[in-house]
């Protein structure tokens, strides 16, 4: 079945410091690729998405890579901020036909980024 | 604005009785989602619905139930044949023909 495997935390940084957070998927069919967020006792918000081979997702400073070849999806950030740390999420999706039928998550990893 | 709304935000329980989440979204969007959260272990597909009066179970709806009688809302049942019920609980949508999804704020069920 679908699956993705991302680093686990805690990864922590000091302000600043460059971020790289690993995912890699295995899936049956040709997926769209996210990352997403998750602060405390918070519900889940989409970071950056990306549809295609080669496409690069960005927000907020954060960048990611589709890498079908490596299968890949790396989170990337130049210069992290206290209010960057929280909880990131890998996630696949794949339209069936019929609809999506959902998404299938790493993890998450935790992010602490120290002042 | 448009959004998806989750209540209550906590939630607590007896064992042995049944015990329904609430999950409204006004995103007119087609497809709905429930995703169960445990610390280390991501979410978690329970059930969706990608139209309305259909849906389809996911990885692990044994001891939930679900029913979707209008666009907008997608209620969850946990019921006492959840073994394990104790989990924070997200809602969310999707336009059906994309697999990006928008989620509400969470529930958070104890068992007492």
């Given at each position: 079945?679908?699956?993705?495997?991302?680093?686990e935390?805690p990864?922590?940084?000091?302000e600043?410091?460059?971020?790289?957070?690993?995912?890699?998927?295995?899936?049956?069919?040709?997926?769209?690729?996210?990352?997403?967020?998750?602060?405390?006792?918070?519900?889940?918000?989409?970071?950056l998405k990306?549809?295609?081979?080669?496409d690069k997702?960005?927000?907020?400073?954060?960048?990611?890579?589709?890498?079908?070849?490596?299968?890949?999806?790396?989170?990337?950030?130049?210069?992290v901020q206290?209010?960057?740390?929280?909880?990131?999420?890998?996630?696949?999706?794949?339209?069936?036909?019929?609809?999506?039928?959902?998404?299938?998550?790493?993890?998450?990893t935790?992010?602490?980024?120290?002042? | 604005d448009?959004?998806?709304?989750?209540?209550?935000k906590?939630l607590?329980?007896k064992?042995?009785?049944?015990?329904t989440?609430?999950?409204?979204?006004?995103?007119?969007?087609?497809?709905?989602?429930?995703?169960?959260?445990?610390?280390?272990?991501?979410?978690?597909?329970?059930?969706?619905?990608?139209?309305?009066?259909?849906?389809?179970?996911?990885d692990?709806?044994?001891?939930?139930s679900?029913?979707?009688?209008?666009?907008?809302?997608?209620?969850?049942?946990v019921?006492?044949?959840?073994?394990?019920?104790?989990?924070?609980y997200?809602?969310?949508?999707?336009?059906?023909?994309?697999?990006?999804?928008?989620?509400?704020?969470g529930?958070?069920?104890?068992?007492?």
């Amino acid at each position: 079945g679908d699956s993705v495997t991302q680093m686990e935390g805690p990864v922590t940084l000091s302000e600043e410091a460059f971020l790289t957070i690993n995912c890699t998927y295995t899936a049956t069919g040709y997926p769209s690729l996210f990352w997403y967020v998750q602060y405390p006792g918070e519900g889940l918000q989409l970071l950056l998405k990306a549809t295609k081979a080669d496409d690069k997702g960005s927000n907020k400073g954060f960048e990611a890579t589709y890498r079908k070849e490596t299968t890949s999806f790396h989170l990337e950030k130049g210069s992290v901020q206290v209010s960057d740390s929280a909880v990131y999420f890998c996630a696949l999706g794949l339209y069936s036909g019929g609809g999506a039928d959902g998404l299938t998550f790493g993890k998450g990893t935790h992010l602490i980024i120290q002042p | 604005d448009g959004g998806i709304t989750q209540s209550p935000k906590y939630l607590f329980r007896k064992e042995g009785q049944n015990v329904t989440l609430s999950c409204e979204q006004n995103l007119n969007h087609d497809a709905m989602y429930w995703y169960r959260q445990d610390p280390g272990q991501g979410l978690r597909l329970i059930y969706y619905s990608q139209i309305v009066n259909d849906f389809q179970k996911g990885d692990i709806a044994e001891g939930y139930s679900v029913s979707r009688e209008k666009k907008e809302s997608f209620p969850l049942t946990v019921t006492s044949a959840q073994k394990n019920p104790t989990a924070f609980y997200l809602c969310a949508s999707s336009k059906g023909r994309t697999p990006e999804a928008f989620f509400g704020q969470g529930t958070r069920l104890t068992v007492v």
